[in-house]
């Protein structure tokens, strides 16, 4: 399966996730806009970007390279809908990483939720319905996703599905290091 071409949807009780729309601006909107929500996006190695879009255009314009981006294979963006509310409350980035660091071909997964569902029974459901398909998805040999020491919530979830925290460092582009990466698979 080649993520590319076509791109997969997950469904729970409660959740949606699909690719990303145009239509889903203004939710995520209130996604990006939502400054308790940006300590825990992660923008690690995204050339400056911290992902606080403050209003319609720049979220557009977001949505715009996010377009650019999955047609040019980099990293796709799918959209979590909450189905209870019918409401677009985050998204969830992946891609593959080639790097020279021990993440070299490991997938990078990176869940953005309003701060409202910063909690671990939530997140623990969106992580569970998107990792165990990621190594196909992605054909990497393992997942890393970013939670620092204050994201109390999102490692207690993640913990729950099964990522360890990982003992390396994340080495950027620019020779950066970056901690707080846990890892689940091989």
């Known amino acids: 399966m080649n993520i590319y071409e076509k791109c997969p949807e997950f469904e729970s009780e409660k959740f949606l996730i699909r690719l990303f729309q145009n239509e889903d601006c203004d939710d995520l909107l209130k996604v990006y806009s939502d400054k308790k929500a940006l300590p825990f996006f992660n923008s690690d190695n995204c050339d400056g970007d911290n992902f606080y879009y403050a209003t319609?255009?720049?979220?557009?314009?977001?949505?715009?390279?996010?377009?650019?981006?999955?047609?040019?294979?980099?990293?796709?963006?799918?959209?979590?809908?909450?189905?209870?509310?019918?409401?677009?409350?985050?998204?969830?980035?992946?891609?593959?990483?080639?790097?020279?660091?021990?993440?070299?071909?490991?997938?990078?997964?990176?869940?953005?939720?309003?701060?409202?569902?910063?909690?671990?029974?939530?997140?623990?459901?969106?992580?569970?319905?998107?990792?165990?398909?990621?190594?196909?998805?992605?054909?990497?040999?393992?997942?890393?996703?970013?939670?620092?020491?204050?994201?109390?919530?999102?490692i207690k979830a993640i913990q729950k599905v099964g990522f360890t925290k990982s003992e390396h460092l994340l080495i950027g582009k620019t020779g950066y290091a970056y901690d707080g990466y846990w890892t689940i698979g091989s």
């Open 56 to 154: 319609e255009e720049r979220m557009a314009e977001a949505i715009g390279f996010w377009h650019m981006s999955y047609e040019n294979g980099w990293f796709v963006r799918l959209s979590i809908v909450d189905k209870t509310v019918s409401s677009v409350i985050g998204t969830i980035e992946l891609c593959l990483r080639v790097s020279e660091d021990k993440f070299n071909n490991m997938g990078i997964l990176r869940v953005d939720v309003r701060s409202d569902y910063e909690q671990e029974d939530i997140l623990c459901d969106i992580f569970s319905l998107i990792t165990p398909k990621l190594e196909e998805m992605l054909g990497c040999k393992g997942v890393l996703t970013k939670a620092p020491i204050y994201a109390v919530e999102r």
